[in-house]
Protein backbone atom coordinates (compact mmCIF):
# COMPACT_ATOMS: atom_id res chain seq x y z
CA UNK A 1 0.00 0.00 0.00
CA UNK A 2 1.30 3.41 -1.28
CA UNK A 3 0.90 6.67 1.17
CA UNK A 4 -1.67 7.84 -0.88
CA UNK A 5 -3.44 5.03 -0.51
CA UNK A 6 -3.29 4.50 3.03
CA UNK A 7 -3.87 8.28 3.27
CA UNK A 8 -7.26 7.45 1.52
CA UNK A 9 -8.33 4.60 3.47
CA UNK A 10 -7.89 6.22 6.84
CA UNK A 11 -9.94 9.77 5.77
CA UNK A 12 -12.68 7.41 4.51
CA UNK A 13 -13.06 5.48 7.53
CA UNK A 14 -13.29 8.54 9.49
CA UNK A 15 -15.52 10.09 6.93
CA UNK A 16 -17.54 7.09 7.58
CA UNK A 17 -16.68 6.73 11.63
CA UNK A 18 -17.85 10.62 11.59
CA UNK A 19 -20.97 10.40 9.61
CA UNK A 20 -22.49 7.70 11.96
CA UNK A 21 -21.86 9.17 15.06
CA UNK A 22 -23.78 12.16 13.94
CA UNK A 23 -26.42 10.39 12.91
CA UNK A 24 -26.24 8.57 16.03
CA UNK A 25 -25.85 12.01 18.10
CA UNK A 26 -28.59 13.43 16.41
CA UNK A 27 -31.16 9.99 17.16
CA UNK A 28 -30.52 9.29 20.42
CA UNK A 29 -28.63 12.10 22.21
CA UNK A 30 -29.58 15.53 21.22
CA UNK A 31 -32.29 17.62 23.10
CA UNK A 32 -34.88 16.72 25.00
CA UNK A 33 -37.77 15.99 22.49
CA UNK A 34 -36.91 12.46 21.29
CA UNK A 35 -37.87 11.13 17.97
CA UNK A 36 -40.76 8.48 18.68
CA UNK A 37 -39.33 5.79 15.89
CA UNK A 38 -36.58 5.24 13.68
CA UNK A 39 -39.24 5.57 11.10
CA UNK A 40 -40.10 9.14 12.11
CA UNK A 41 -36.00 10.09 12.32
CA UNK A 42 -35.88 8.73 8.58
CA UNK A 43 -38.84 10.30 7.42
CA UNK A 44 -38.44 13.96 9.36
CA UNK A 45 -34.84 13.68 10.57
CA UNK A 46 -33.20 14.71 7.85
CA UNK A 47 -30.14 12.01 8.69
CA UNK A 48 -28.88 12.84 5.40
CA UNK A 49 -27.59 16.26 6.57
CA UNK A 50 -26.53 15.25 10.19
CA UNK A 51 -22.72 14.80 9.37
CA UNK A 52 -22.73 18.81 8.11
CA UNK A 53 -25.35 19.72 10.70
CA UNK A 54 -22.84 18.42 13.78
CA UNK A 55 -19.76 20.27 12.03
CA UNK A 56 -22.37 23.70 12.39
CA UNK A 57 -22.93 22.54 15.75
CA UNK A 58 -19.38 22.67 16.75
CA UNK A 59 -18.54 25.62 15.55
CA UNK A 60 -21.32 27.44 17.09
CA UNK A 61 -20.52 29.88 19.26
CA UNK A 62 -21.16 28.78 23.08
CA UNK A 63 -24.12 31.30 23.54
CA UNK A 64 -25.90 30.25 20.58
CA UNK A 65 -26.06 26.48 21.14
CA UNK A 66 -29.49 26.04 23.09
CA UNK A 67 -32.67 25.41 21.50
CA UNK A 68 -34.01 28.67 22.97
CA UNK A 69 -31.46 31.46 22.73
CA UNK A 70 -31.18 34.50 25.07
CA UNK A 71 -32.60 37.64 22.65
CA UNK A 72 -30.06 39.99 24.94
CA UNK A 73 -27.58 38.20 23.09
CA UNK A 74 -28.35 39.37 19.92
CA UNK A 75 -28.75 43.37 19.55
CA UNK A 76 -28.04 43.31 15.87
CA UNK A 77 -31.75 42.71 16.05
CA UNK A 78 -32.71 45.83 18.00
CA UNK A 79 -33.48 47.75 15.20
CA UNK A 80 -36.17 44.86 13.82
CA UNK A 81 -37.58 44.70 17.10
CA UNK A 82 -38.00 48.46 17.25
CA UNK A 83 -40.14 48.58 13.84
CA UNK A 84 -42.48 45.85 14.64
CA UNK A 85 -45.71 48.25 14.44
CA UNK A 86 -44.30 49.73 11.38
CA UNK A 87 -43.78 46.02 10.31
CA UNK A 88 -47.06 45.41 11.40
CA UNK A 89 -48.78 47.60 9.28
CA UNK A 90 -47.33 46.18 5.98
CA UNK A 91 -48.13 42.73 7.20
CA UNK A 92 -51.99 43.20 8.23
CA UNK A 93 -52.27 45.18 5.07
CA UNK A 94 -51.00 42.46 3.12
CA UNK A 95 -53.50 39.80 4.56
CA UNK A 96 -56.39 41.72 3.81
CA UNK A 97 -55.70 42.13 0.14
CA UNK A 98 -55.46 38.37 0.66
CA UNK A 99 -51.82 37.99 -0.77
CA UNK A 100 -51.05 35.37 1.36
CA UNK A 101 -54.18 33.23 -0.59
CA UNK A 102 -51.37 33.02 -3.29
CA UNK A 103 -49.65 30.52 -2.10
CA UNK A 104 -51.57 28.49 0.25
CA UNK A 105 -53.58 25.55 -0.80
CA UNK A 106 -52.73 23.19 -3.67
CA UNK A 107 -51.94 25.89 -6.37
CA UNK A 108 -49.28 26.09 -4.49
CA UNK A 109 -48.35 22.68 -6.31
CA UNK A 110 -47.65 24.60 -9.80
CA UNK A 111 -47.23 27.69 -9.65
CA UNK A 112 -45.62 28.58 -6.31
CA UNK A 113 -44.08 24.61 -5.44
CA UNK A 114 -41.91 25.39 -2.40
CA UNK A 115 -39.73 22.54 -1.59
CA UNK A 116 -38.60 23.76 1.98
CA UNK A 117 -42.26 24.58 2.84
CA UNK A 118 -44.14 22.10 0.55
CA UNK A 119 -45.49 19.92 3.61
CA UNK A 120 -47.00 23.63 5.57
CA UNK A 121 -50.09 24.31 3.99
CA UNK A 122 -51.61 20.87 5.22
CA UNK A 123 -53.48 22.46 8.17
CA UNK A 124 -54.13 26.51 7.30
CA UNK A 125 -50.67 27.81 7.69
CA UNK A 126 -49.70 30.65 4.56
CA UNK A 127 -46.34 32.52 3.61
CA UNK A 128 -45.45 35.44 2.19
CA UNK A 129 -41.66 36.12 1.22
CA UNK A 130 -39.80 39.37 1.55
CA UNK A 131 -36.36 38.16 0.79
CA UNK A 132 -34.63 34.85 0.23
CA UNK A 133 -31.00 34.75 0.75
CA UNK A 134 -29.61 37.31 -1.57
CA UNK A 135 -32.83 38.22 -3.27
CA UNK A 136 -35.09 40.87 -2.83
CA UNK A 137 -38.47 39.52 -3.75
CA UNK A 138 -39.86 42.16 -6.32
CA UNK A 139 -43.14 41.34 -5.08
CA UNK A 140 -42.14 42.27 -1.71
CA UNK A 141 -40.60 45.35 -2.48
CA UNK A 142 -43.65 46.66 -3.91
CA UNK A 143 -46.14 46.14 -1.57
CA UNK A 144 -43.77 46.44 1.59
CA UNK A 145 -41.41 48.71 0.75
CA UNK A 146 -40.87 49.79 4.69
CA UNK A 147 -40.18 46.35 5.94
CA UNK A 148 -38.30 45.68 3.13
CA UNK A 149 -35.96 48.57 3.94
CA UNK A 150 -35.93 47.79 7.37
CA UNK A 151 -34.56 44.25 6.64
CA UNK A 152 -32.25 45.02 4.06
CA UNK A 153 -29.95 47.45 6.09
CA UNK A 154 -29.91 44.51 8.43
CA UNK A 155 -26.81 41.88 7.66
CA UNK A 156 -27.72 39.49 10.03
CA UNK A 157 -30.95 38.12 8.09
CA UNK A 158 -30.38 35.92 5.36
CA UNK A 159 -34.41 34.76 4.72
CA UNK A 160 -37.07 36.49 6.20
CA UNK A 161 -41.53 36.06 5.70
CA UNK A 162 -44.84 37.08 6.74
CA UNK A 163 -46.46 33.42 8.89
CA UNK A 164 -49.36 33.13 8.96
CA UNK A 165 -51.31 30.67 11.06
CA UNK A 166 -55.12 30.85 11.19
CA UNK A 167 -57.78 29.80 14.36
CA UNK A 168 -57.28 26.41 14.27
CA UNK A 169 -54.24 26.22 12.41
CA UNK A 170 -51.13 24.00 12.86
CA UNK A 171 -47.72 22.75 12.32
CA UNK A 172 -47.40 19.10 12.78
CA UNK A 173 -43.38 17.95 14.81
CA UNK A 174 -40.84 18.72 12.00
CA UNK A 175 -37.80 20.67 11.93
CA UNK A 176 -35.51 21.96 9.54
CA UNK A 177 -33.24 20.23 7.34
CA UNK A 178 -29.95 22.33 7.77
CA UNK A 179 -28.28 24.05 10.85
CA UNK A 180 -26.97 27.04 8.95
CA UNK A 181 -29.12 29.96 10.25
CA UNK A 182 -31.10 30.19 14.03
CA UNK A 183 -34.95 31.47 13.55
CA UNK A 184 -36.15 34.80 14.67
CA UNK A 185 -39.93 35.53 15.19
CA UNK A 186 -41.18 38.50 16.24
CA UNK A 187 -45.22 38.92 17.17
CA UNK A 188 -47.42 41.41 14.94
CA UNK A 189 -50.80 40.24 15.60
CA UNK A 190 -51.19 37.63 17.79
CA UNK A 191 -53.91 35.68 20.07
CA UNK A 192 -51.54 36.56 23.10
CA UNK A 193 -52.65 33.43 24.33
CA UNK A 194 -51.74 29.90 25.93
CA UNK A 195 -53.67 28.43 23.36
CA UNK A 196 -51.68 29.49 20.69
CA UNK A 197 -47.91 28.21 20.76
CA UNK A 198 -44.66 27.25 19.66
CA UNK A 199 -42.66 24.10 20.87
CA UNK A 200 -39.51 23.53 21.02
CA UNK A 201 -37.93 20.74 22.13
CA UNK A 202 -40.09 20.50 24.70
CA UNK A 203 -40.27 23.95 25.71
CA UNK A 204 -43.58 26.03 25.25
CA UNK A 205 -43.41 29.55 23.75
CA UNK A 206 -46.56 31.58 23.29
CA UNK A 207 -46.51 34.69 20.81
CA UNK A 208 -47.01 38.25 22.05
CA UNK A 209 -47.04 41.01 19.72
CA UNK A 210 -43.82 42.95 19.55
CA UNK A 211 -42.30 40.35 21.62
CA UNK A 212 -39.54 38.27 19.62
CA UNK A 213 -37.76 34.51 20.04
CA UNK A 214 -34.84 33.00 18.70
CA UNK A 215 -34.23 29.62 18.59
CA UNK A 216 -32.51 26.51 16.37
CA UNK A 217 -34.68 25.18 14.16
CA UNK A 218 -33.00 22.16 13.87
CA UNK A 219 -34.34 20.80 17.15
CA UNK A 220 -37.54 18.75 16.86
CA UNK A 221 -40.68 21.41 16.94
CA UNK A 222 -44.31 22.15 16.22
CA UNK A 223 -46.96 25.39 16.46
CA UNK A 224 -50.53 25.38 17.20
CA UNK A 225 -53.41 28.09 17.41
CA UNK A 226 -56.11 26.61 19.17
CA UNK A 227 -57.50 30.41 19.54
CA UNK A 228 -60.14 31.59 17.71
CA UNK A 229 -57.77 34.66 16.32
CA UNK A 230 -55.32 34.76 13.49
CA UNK A 231 -51.42 34.53 14.53
CA UNK A 232 -49.00 36.53 12.25
CA UNK A 233 -45.48 37.03 13.21
CA UNK A 234 -42.39 37.98 10.85
CA UNK A 235 -40.10 34.97 10.63
CA UNK A 236 -36.14 35.35 10.15
CA UNK A 237 -33.25 32.88 9.20
CA UNK A 238 -30.65 35.12 10.99
CA UNK A 239 -26.68 34.29 10.67
CA UNK A 240 -25.56 31.67 13.05
CA UNK A 241 -23.06 32.51 15.27
CA UNK A 242 -19.81 30.62 14.59
CA UNK A 243 -15.71 30.76 14.63
CA UNK A 244 -14.60 31.49 11.91
CA UNK A 245 -14.32 28.33 10.18
CA UNK A 246 -18.06 28.04 10.50
CA UNK A 247 -18.30 31.20 9.32
CA UNK A 248 -15.86 30.21 6.09
CA UNK A 249 -18.42 27.35 5.30
CA UNK A 250 -21.26 29.92 5.86
CA UNK A 251 -19.70 31.66 3.05
CA UNK A 252 -19.93 28.81 0.63
CA UNK A 253 -23.81 27.70 1.68
CA UNK A 254 -24.71 31.82 1.03
CA UNK A 255 -23.42 30.91 -2.92
CA UNK A 256 -25.93 27.34 -2.58
CA UNK A 257 -28.65 29.13 -0.87
CA UNK A 258 -29.96 31.31 -4.12
CA UNK A 259 -30.93 28.10 -5.71
CA UNK A 260 -33.96 27.59 -3.74
CA UNK A 261 -35.59 31.23 -4.15
CA UNK A 262 -39.19 30.61 -4.50
CA UNK A 263 -41.71 33.56 -5.92
CA UNK A 264 -44.67 35.16 -4.39
CA UNK A 265 -46.13 36.70 -7.65
CA UNK A 266 -45.31 36.32 -11.09
CA UNK A 267 -42.59 38.66 -11.86
CA UNK A 268 -40.57 37.28 -8.46
CA UNK A 269 -37.53 35.24 -9.63
CA UNK A 270 -37.74 31.59 -9.05
CA UNK A 271 -34.56 29.80 -8.18
CA UNK A 272 -32.86 26.81 -9.82
CA UNK A 273 -33.51 24.15 -7.50
CA UNK A 274 -36.92 25.22 -6.90
CA UNK A 275 -37.62 25.32 -10.60
CA UNK A 276 -36.75 21.78 -11.06
CA UNK A 277 -39.11 20.60 -8.23
CA UNK A 278 -41.48 22.75 -9.12
CA UNK A 279 -41.64 21.12 -13.03
CA UNK A 280 -41.46 17.53 -10.74
CA UNK A 281 -44.26 18.70 -8.48
CA UNK A 282 -46.88 17.21 -10.70
CA UNK A 283 -45.15 13.71 -11.00
CA UNK A 284 -44.52 14.15 -6.82
CA UNK A 285 -48.74 14.42 -6.56
CA UNK A 286 -48.66 11.62 -8.77
CA UNK A 287 -46.59 9.35 -6.68
CA UNK A 288 -48.08 11.14 -3.48
CA UNK A 289 -51.68 9.37 -4.45
CA UNK A 290 -50.37 5.99 -4.38
CA UNK A 291 -49.83 6.23 -0.85
CA UNK A 292 -53.72 5.46 -0.31
CA UNK A 293 -53.80 3.28 -3.51
CA UNK A 294 -51.13 1.39 -3.49
CA UNK A 295 -48.78 1.86 -0.42
CA UNK A 296 -45.84 -0.88 -1.41
CA UNK A 297 -45.35 0.58 -4.52
CA UNK A 298 -45.32 3.90 -3.04
CA UNK A 299 -43.20 3.25 -0.53
CA UNK A 300 -40.25 0.89 -2.50
CA UNK A 301 -40.45 3.90 -5.24
CA UNK A 302 -39.87 6.40 -1.95
CA UNK A 303 -36.80 4.25 -0.40
CA UNK A 304 -35.35 3.84 -3.78
CA UNK A 305 -35.55 7.18 -4.27
CA UNK A 306 -33.85 8.16 -1.08
CA UNK A 307 -31.36 5.69 -1.39
CA UNK A 308 -30.39 7.03 -5.14
CA UNK A 309 -29.87 10.18 -3.40
CA UNK A 310 -28.18 9.31 -0.54
CA UNK A 311 -25.55 7.08 -2.93
CA UNK A 312 -25.35 10.38 -5.52
CA UNK A 313 -24.61 12.59 -2.88
CA UNK A 314 -21.62 10.31 -1.76
CA UNK A 315 -20.60 9.56 -4.66
CA UNK A 316 -20.16 13.62 -5.07
CA UNK A 317 -18.12 13.37 -1.75
CA UNK A 318 -15.61 10.60 -2.42
CA UNK A 319 -15.52 12.40 -6.19
CA UNK A 320 -14.49 15.48 -4.72
CA UNK A 321 -11.91 13.42 -2.38
CA UNK A 322 -10.31 11.70 -5.26
CA UNK A 323 -9.82 14.86 -7.09
CA UNK A 324 -8.12 16.49 -4.45
CA UNK A 325 -5.81 13.65 -3.80
CA UNK A 326 -4.82 13.56 -7.72
CA UNK A 327 -4.77 17.39 -7.77
CA UNK A 328 -2.16 17.18 -5.21
CA UNK A 329 -0.32 14.19 -6.10
CA UNK A 330 0.29 15.75 -9.91
FE1 LIG B 1 -40.27 25.01 11.60
Partial sequence: MNQIEIVTLVFTCSV???????VYYVYKLRGNLRYQSMNEYIRKGWFIFAPLNCLFYLLTRPYARQPIMDIQQFPELDEIRESWQVIRQEALALREKQHFDQVEGPASDEDYYDLGFRTFYKYGWSKFYLNWYGYQHASALDLCPKTSAILAKNK???GAMFSFLPPGGRLTRHLDPIAYS?????GLDTPDSQQCFIDIDGQQYAWKDGESIIFDETYIHYAENNSDQQRLVLMCDIRRPMNPLGR???FIMDKIMPV??????PGDRRGLLSRVFASVS???????KLKQSNKSLYRLIKHTTNFVLLALLLSLLVGIF???????AM
Fill in 322 to 328: YALMWLT
Fill in 156 to 158: HIQ
Fill in 16 to 22: ITYSLSS
Fill in 248 to 250: GIS
Fill in 282 to 288: PLLSEVR
Fill in 182 to 186: LRYQI
Fill in 260 to 265: TVVPNM
